[in-house]
């Protein structure tokens, strides 16, 4: 029988460990201090492994079998989930793999610098492709919509996070955020001889982009969070949430598309393309 959230809630914990299954190898592990681990049981050289996600209720059903079906996905293709998992953790002590994944969010989702830091994994909704950045952290809730770009690089600095709240965690206290110099730095390296660059350059040049490919104006206003004035502003409450969402994407493309000609522009350096299948 297939698990749910109720399910799930009302485990109680045992004198030792033991499991319940869902499907296909994806199993919640009930510890005796009440503490409930995802795992995935598979047979990989013909041999019964294991390996685990993280804990629930902080790795939600749906991330869980999303996981389990990229686990089983990497097992057909001949790939051990067990020995991935483990370059993934030595990818994670080098931050560059992050900041490259920052850096090109900033640019398909033209948010703040900020923004992007400090982010919790609360805020993403992989189901919806959504991001609501929260009112307390702007002047008021900001919900944006998700190219399937940016929710592969979600998806992979979810891996890279671990078990922290944040989506970018800080190497010394994974309970803390990056700095916000960290980003800086990161831009430096790419040198990219451009004078007088900044971080929020990013923000003008996907607005100019987006002006120049003939997008709605509020509707861009509204994805970067800005104040539209005057009595127009005051009446016009509309969210033009699937026109952004489309918006978003056909920019996501564009910028692969620059990536993948190997054009000589600063995004070419942030690393591959996340194609849309």
Same mark, same amino acid.
């Given at each position: 029988?297939?698990?749910?959230?109720?399910?799930?809630?009302?485990?109680?914990?045992?004198?030792?460990?033991?499991?319940?299954?869902?499907?296909?190898?994806?199993?919640?592990?009930?510890?005796?201090?009440?503490?409930?681990?995802?795992?995935?049981?598979?047979?990989?050289?013909?041999?019964?492994?294991?390996?685990?996600?993280?804990?629930?209720?902080?790795?939600?059903?749906?991330?869980?079998?999303?996981?389990?079906?990229?686990?089983?996905?990497?097992?057909?293709?001949?790939?051990?989930?067990?020995?991935?998992?483990?370059?993934?953790?030595?990818?994670?002590?080098?931050?560059?793999?992050?900041?490259?994944?920052?850096?090109?969010?900033?640019?398909?989702?033209?948010?703040?610098?900020?923004?992007?830091?400090?982010?919790?994994?609360?805020?993403?909704?992989?189901?919806?492709?959504?991001?609501?950045?929260?009112?307390?952290?702007?002047?008021? !809730?900001?919900?944006? $919509?998700? =190219? #399937?770009?940016? *929710?592969?690089?979600?998806?992979?600095?979810?891996? &890279?996070?671990?078990?922290?709240?944040?989506?970018?965690?800080?190497?010394? !206290?994974?309970?803390? $955020?990056? =700095? #916000?110099?960290? *980003?800086?730095?990161?831009?430096?390296?790419?040198? &990219?001889?451009?004078?007088?660059?900044?971080?929020?350059?990013?923000?003008?040049?996907?607005?100019?982009?987006?002006?120049?490919?003939?997008?709605?104006?509020?509707?861009?206003?509204?994805? &970067?969070?800005?104040?539209?004035?005057?009595?127009?502003?005051?009446?016009?409450?509309?969210?033009?949430?699937?026109?952004?969402?489309?918006?978003?994407?056909?920019?996501?493309?564009?910028?692969?598309?620059?990536?993948?000609?190997?054009?000589?522009?600063?995004?070419?350096?942030?690393?591959?393309?996340?194609?849309?299948?």
């Amino acid at each position: 029988m297939a698990l749910s959230d109720t399910k799930l809630r009302t485990l109680a914990p045992r004198n030792r460990p033991w499991q319940l299954a869902d499907h296909d190898g994806l199993v919640i592990e009930v510890l005796p201090t009440g503490r409930k681990i995802w795992r995935f049981r598979y047979r990989f050289d013909n041999k019964s492994q294991q390996i685990t996600l993280g804990e629930y209720p902080a790795f939600s059903l749906a991330e869980a079998r999303l996981w389990r079906e990229k686990c089983r996905s990497l097992v057909a293709h001949g790939i051990n989930p067990a020995q991935k998992k483990q370059e993934e953790k030595l990818k994670q002590k080098d931050p560059t793999a992050r900041q490259t994944l920052a850096l090109h969010l900033l640019i398909i989702c033209m948010v703040r610098k900020s923004d992007l830091i400090e982010a919790t994994w609360s805020e993403v909704n992989f189901n919806s492709l959504e991001w609501r950045i929260p009112g307390e952290r702007m002047k008021m !809730d900001n919900l944006l $919509p998700l =190219s #399937k770009q940016a *929710l592969a690089m979600f998806e992979e600095l979810k891996f &890279l996070a671990g078990d922290s709240p944040y989506v970018f965690p800080s190497r010394n !206290d994974h309970r803390r $955020p990056i =700095s #916000k110099t960290t *980003l800086n730095c990161a831009v430096r390296t790419l040198d &990219l001889n451009v004078r007088d660059f900044v971080i929020h350059d990013f923000r003008r040049t996907a607005s100019t982009l987006l002006h120049e490919q003939g997008y709605n104006s509020d509707w861009i206003e509204k994805y &970067l969070a800005h104040k539209i004035g005057g009595v127009h502003g005051v009446y016009n409450r509309a969210e033009y949430l699937n026109q952004r969402r489309e918006m978003l994407q056909s920019c996501a493309n564009f910028i692969d598309a620059q990536i993948e000609e190997g054009r000589k522009v600063a995004i070419g350096k942030f690393g591959k393309a996340y194609e849309v299948k």
